[in-house]
């Protein structure tokens, strides 16, 4: 059955994180046609979405921690109900925010895991030393000052 709602062309920015590299940023736009008019019913638009982010990624996304979304388009400011009765009310069900650790996937990034094969080497949240990623940082760009002589 087509949706009676109308679809409208967005402007789709992305923040890929993974685990042992940089952030890449994303920006494309994207034709979205909502289904209805349920916040936690349109996995599968929300699907085609990051699906589409995921395919733009460069280089591997085995190590693939979160993506982080933001749609936008003149017609779709307002409120969550503004949003959610032009039937893009999925936009507030994970605030753009869409999670790969094992410890952290809900349906959907179980399903673009599975499907996809992303996230293989991602480590749960419980099992990542912030600390040591933040010094070995530190260490990396201190290395770098002193190379170019910035000491």
Known sequence: ????????????????????????FLNFDRYIQPINKSVNNQLIVEESILTSVIAKIEGS???????????????????????TSMGFGFLCRTNGKYYFQPDQRDELEERLVRTLGISSKTLALTKVDYNRITMDRILSENKFVNEVGYD
Not at 1 to 20: A, P, R, Y
């Open 1 to 24: 059955m087509k949706s009676k709602l109308l679809g409208k062309m967005v402007n789709v920015d992305c923040i890929i994180t993974f685990q042992g590299k940089e952030q890449e």
């Open 61 to 83: 996304t085995d190590d693939l921690i979160k993506i982080s979304l933001c749609l936008s388009n003149p017609e779709l400011g307002g409120s969550d109900e503004e949003i």
